[in-house]
């Protein structure tokens, strides 16, 4: 380094028989440098040229004397030209280059592995400043960004990795970041925060700053855990770059800390430019949820690769974290409320109001040919509409289903002080003609019953064939 065009590799492997020697000579490269850095993933080497803060990339070929291919990246949008000294170069692991000035300036970098110039951005000025400096960065350390120019989640992650109410979040567990462009931006709103914020309510960001930005999402539909449904939720976004950008949402239906596991990523959405009206983020839901609070998340990117992870970094956009809640997938009755329908026990419409019958929807479990909807309360909306026990038969309930789910049993006329001999007549048929038959002979008198050496098993069943024989129209 210095004015050296030479680098030298030195094997560093303590066991190996070449170790502290050198064994690689690369010739050629860039001389007036201080230091340099690999790129995390295309093990590039990146300098920068102390003269004029010029960009350089360095590449060679295998072997052990060789020499190098030096591509100018040219000087970075935003990096001031003239001799400076950058002692310390190091990467994050998204790929931001960092530039340690002696001077104190501390400058990052984007884009210096793709086409276009690359992009300067700086993260301070008050840095301590050294007459020699040297610098090295953790592999996995998050990115370095100035205050306020990129946006975090906020589902709660109160320790590392992931668990129960434990999610990936801040900046330290490599949770979701955006950096903060204009014209790309989930609901009204996007404030910048430091990758620290986050609580059970997942409102941390929202509420810490100015403005309020967390406003994507109006309400979220009801969400029960009846498994196999489409469930949408209707986001808010704008989009003013001028190219598609890529919406899509996460929900963590088994509650287990994360969104990686089978249905809990929506389906992508692609945003066009200058859209109208809400995005309709689509998830099918999972067998075996649960009921609870758990943690929705969405991501806005004009990249479709950072939008479809749940974390990590993305370079335009936002990220919104909410807290939502799974229902148990229930129907209800729709009797009068007088019989105890509705789901609230004692109110005002009859003081000795139970909870109304209800039943767990249970998939291939069901009355008549049509599967149940889901009813939030009895009759339907918790209001008995029509005062007949039709309200959950004639709409779809608060959750899904088919709506119209009623129409699978007919009841018998009810014949006028008979009501249950005339729906036992319906239900056990028995062969007419022989009940008709000893009905006459009963009538006659040439049948005689004794009663009192009967069991009161017999008793029941003679009870319930007499009821036959007087609910069957006679013989004569």
Known sequence: ??????????????????????????????????????????????????????????????????????????VPTGMPTGTTSYGAMF????????????????????????????????????????STNDGARCALAPPIYPPNTVDYGDAPDTADDTGTDNYRTKALDDGPVHEIVTGLRIGTNVDGDSGSLQNTAADADDTTGTPDDEDGVATFPSLYTDAGVSYSVPVQVTNTTGSDAYLVGYIDFNKDGDFEDANEKSTIVSVPHNPTGNQSVA?????EMTVGNTYARFRLSSTSAQAESSVGTATSGEVEDYQIAIA???????????????????????????????????????????????????????????????DDDAAIGSGTGNGSDEGNLTLPTIIAGQPAIQFLKAILPFPTRLLQLLLLLFTLGLILIRTENLTQQNIRVFQLVLALMVATPPLI
Not at 20 to 40: E, Q, Y
Not at 283 to 287: C, H, R, S
Not at 360 to 366: H, R, V
């Open 1 to 74: 380094m210095g004015n050296s065009t030479t680098i030298y590799g030195i094997d560093i492997t303590s066991f190996s028989p070449d170790y502290l020697t050198v064994i690689k000579t690369i010739t050629n490269s860039v001389s007036g440098i201080t230091d340099f850095a690999f790129h995390p993933t295309n093990g590039t080497l990146y300098t920068i040229k102390n003269s004029d803060g010029t960009v350089h990339e360095i590449s060679w070929p295998t072997g052990a004397n060789v020499t190098a291919t030096v591509t100018s990246r040219g």
């Open 91 to 130: 990467f994050a692991k998204d790929g931001s280059f960092y530039g340690y000035r002696n001077d104190g300036q501390i400058y990052r970098i984007t884009n210096v592995s793709g086409t276009g110039t690359p992009i300067a951005t700086l993260i301070t000025s008050s840095a301590t400043s050294v």
């Open 328 to 390: 148990l997938a229930l129907d209800y009755g729709d009797a009068p409320d007088t019989y105890g329908t509705d789901k609230i026990a004692n109110n005002s419409s009859n003081t000795s109001d139970p909870v109304g019958a209800n039943h767990k929807i249970t998939p291939g479990l069901f009355l008549g040919a049509t599967t149940p909807d889901i009813d939030a309360n009895g009759f339907v909306d918790g209001t008995d509409n029509n005062n007949n026990a039709t």
């Open 283 to 287: 998830f099918t839901t999972p067998a």
